[in-house]
């Protein structure tokens, strides 16, 4: 459905109560660019929280797999490292995964 451009309409559509599978493999997607890990990370939307429990779900391998690599971008920063692939972002920091 169309909801909308932003981030916020596919945050709002986790708190649906069968969101579609679909959603976790387009924020993992999202997450790989720039702004997409800024709007994730960003405090006031709460999103790290709204993703969290979405990672034991069970009922969609797809969404739960989607979810957990948007999570995954989220700590590193692409294209911020001297060397090949990404290095640990200041999510990452944060939660001691250095």
Known sequence: ?????GLAPLLQALGEP???PQLGPLLCN???LPEGRRGL?????RSVQ?????TQCEDSAVRRRGVVGALRNCCFEYGESPGPGPAAGPAALALGCE
Do not use: N
């Not at 459905?1 to 451009?5: S, V």
């Open 1 to 5: 459905r169309e909801r909308g451009p």
């Open 18 to 20: 069968r969101p579609p």
């Open 30 to 32: 999202l997450s790989q």
């Open 41 to 45: 990370l960003d405090r006031s939307r």
């Open 50 to 54: 709204r993703l969290l429990p979405f």
